[in-house]
């Protein structure tokens, strides 16, 4: 059975630096584009960052771009979220998802991976940034 199951969400400061982590089972990550997406309250899912199978190319969203890192753990089947300064705007539930292959590149995942479909999807961990 394929599960994908982030952790690391919680309540956090203004400024605060979380790691996300989305462990996977029953499948490998490495032959898997991954993507974290994120939903605030009341709005529609949204892409926020991806990395690639191969050359490990990342994208990000421009509201999270330079201060959010994805990180790939292949010996730990984990992709990471590192989130940085982040602030009232970042509270959602972030979901991670994985591709299988390159059919679909990063930049692709971010900005379309809802839409298009993604082969799997964890069940969310909820940030949420208050003081």
């Known amino acids: 059975q394929v599960q994908l199951v982030e952790s690391g969400g919680g309540l956090v400061h203004p400024g605060g630096s979380p790691r996300l982590s989305c462990a996977a089972s029953?499948?490998?990550?490495?032959?898997?584009?991954v993507g974290w997406f994120r939903q605030a309250p009341g709005k529609e899912r949204e892409g926020v960052s991806a990395?690639?199978?191969?050359?490990?190319?990342?994208a990000y969203a421009d509201a999270v771009k330079d201060r959010f890192s994805i990180i790939r753990d292949n010996l730990q089947n984990t992709v990471y979220l590192e989130m940085n300064s982040l602030q009232s705007e970042d509270t959602g539930v972030y979901y991670c998802?994985?591709?299988?292959?390159?059919?679909?590149?990063?930049?692709?995942?971010?900005?379309?991976?809802?839409?298009?479909?993604?082969?799997?999807w964890g069940q969310g961990t909820l940030v949420t940034v208050s003081s």
């Open positions: 990395i690639s199978v191969t050359d490990l190319i990342e």
């Open positions: 029953g499948l490998k990550l490495a032959d898997y584009t």
């Open positions: 998802a994985a591709n299988k292959g390159d059919s679909m590149p990063p930049r692709v995942v971010v900005e379309r991976g809802r839409e298009y479909g993604m082969d799997h």
